[in-house]
Antibody, heavy 127, light 110 residues
Framework: EVQLVASGGGLVQPGGSLRLSCAASRFTFSSYAMSWVRQAPGKGLEWVSSISGSGGSTYYADSVKGRFTISRDNSNNTLYLQMNSLRAEDTAVYYCARAYPVPGTTNYYYYYGMDVWGQGTTVTVSS | QSALTQPASVSGSPGQSISISCTGT?????????VSWYQQHPGQAPKLMIY???NRPSGVSNRFSGSKSGNMASLTISGLQAEDEADYYCSSYTRRSTVVFGGGTRLTVL
């Protein structure tokens, strides 16, 4: 079964840093763009960042640009999100998600939709 | 980047049809056919229900359909069932190469 397992969340003080990981299994990881999406407590979904399959292109929401860095290790099938200068408003469940492999295409772009999601890892920014 | 606009809640009785609107701008929904819809049950990760405005991934019931006109997209669920009760989110690609979600709509099956 295709699977994503997110980890690395926890409690961190404002201004602190955290690195999230997302381990992928049972699909050709390097063929898929990947994304991070977060959900604050009781709130809706917010797109955070995406990365192309090769890792050569990255995209960020304005709310995290300059503070968060998305990366991937295709040899180890792992996606990362380095989060620096954390703020209280970054408190959320962070999901990693895979780009949907639209039939008839060979490049699976992040904006096609997200069909496989991790279970989420909780980040709490508080003093 | 402002979120796409969705009604906070909709409701319907079993067997009925409901529609959820998703209003964006000419820089996102109105410009691209990259509108997706997601279903989220409490405590669970979202599930992709519609991609590219009106296409269903394999395994998604044909009771779910999507459409778009101008800057507004819509999700229609026909033959409502109790298991459809959930939160629904639309998303769109934007001209800034970002993705924007709607605020979410809670569907209640009466």
């Amino acid at each position: 079964e295709v699977q994503l397992v997110a980890s690395g969340g926890g409690l961190v003080q404002p201004g602190g840093s955290l690195r999230l990981s997302c381990a992928a299994s049972r699909f050709t990881f390097s063929s898929y763009a990947m994304s991070w999406v977060r959900q604050a407590p009781g709130k809706g979904l917010e797109w955070v960042s995406s990365i192309s399959g090769s890792g050569g292109s990255t995209y960020y929401a304005d709310s995290v640009k300059g503070r968060f860095t998305i990366s991937r290790d295709n040899s180890n099938n792992t996606l990362y999100l380095q989060m620096n200068s954390l703020r209280a408003e970054d408190t959320a469940v962070y999901y990693c998600a895979r780009a949907y492999p639209v039939p008839g295409t060979t490049n699976y772009y992040y904006y096609y939709g997200m069909d496989v999601w991790g279970q989420g890892t909780t980040v709490t920014v508080s003093s | 980047q402002s979120a796409l606009t969705q009604p906070a809640s909709v409701s319907g009785s079993p067997g009925q049809s409901i529609s959820i609107s998703c209003t964006g701008t000419s820089r996102d929904v109105g410009y691209y056919n990259y509108v997706s819809w997601y279903q989220q049950h409490p405590g669970q990760a979202p599930k992709l229900m519609i991609y590219e405005v009106s296409n269903r991934p394999s395994g998604v019931s044909n009771r779910f359909s999507g459409s778009k006109s101008g800057n507004m997209a819509s999700l229609t669920i026909s033959g409502l069932q109790a298991e459809d009760e959930a939160d629904y989110y639309c998303s769109s690609y934007t001209r800034r190469s970002t993705v924007v979600f709607g605020g979410g709509t809670r569907l209640t099956v009466l």
